[in-house]
């Protein structure tokens, strides 16, 4: 397993972007798909995008065309870049590592989470 943590989360105006970053401890080439998933207070943790060794991206229905999913494997991280946000994307934001799916239990590695609030 590998220990993970987020940055870059914050407040953003309906509209905007933001950029959130995975850092790993450990090597994640050719080990793990890399994934993000969300929750909202009251909701169940919602899987937003992986993508896997090969550099192959899957997205949830709700952000599809929105965010892009990428990976430095010379760095160890992950990327979640956020376009056009909209308020109902406000959530914690959880990294995974394990193998490439969409239920947050296939996952064996998350990291802490990072709050995005999207509101005006």
């Known amino acids: 397993q590998v220990q993970l943590v987020e940055s870059g989360g914050g407040l953003v105006q309906p509209g905007g972007s933001l950029r959130l970053s995975c850092a790993a401890s450990?090597?994640?080439?050719?080990?793990?798909?890399m994934a993000w998933f969300r929750q909202a207070p009251g909701k169940e943790r919602e899987f937003v995008a992986v993508i896997n060794i090969f550099g192959g991206t899957t997205y949830g229905e709700s952000v599809q065309g929105r965010f892009t999913v990428s990976r430095d494997d010379a760095k160890n991280s992950a990327y979640l870049q956020m376009t056009s946000l909209k308020p109902e994307d406000t959530a914690v934001y959880y990294c995974?590592?394990?193998?490439?799916?969409?239920?947050?239990?296939?996952?064996?590695?998350w990291g802490q989470g990072t709050q995005v609030t999207v509101s005006s």
């Open positions: 995974a590592a394990g193998n490439p799916s969409f239920r947050a239990t296939d996952y064996s590695s």
């Open positions: 450990g090597r994640i080439r050719n080990s793990y798909a």
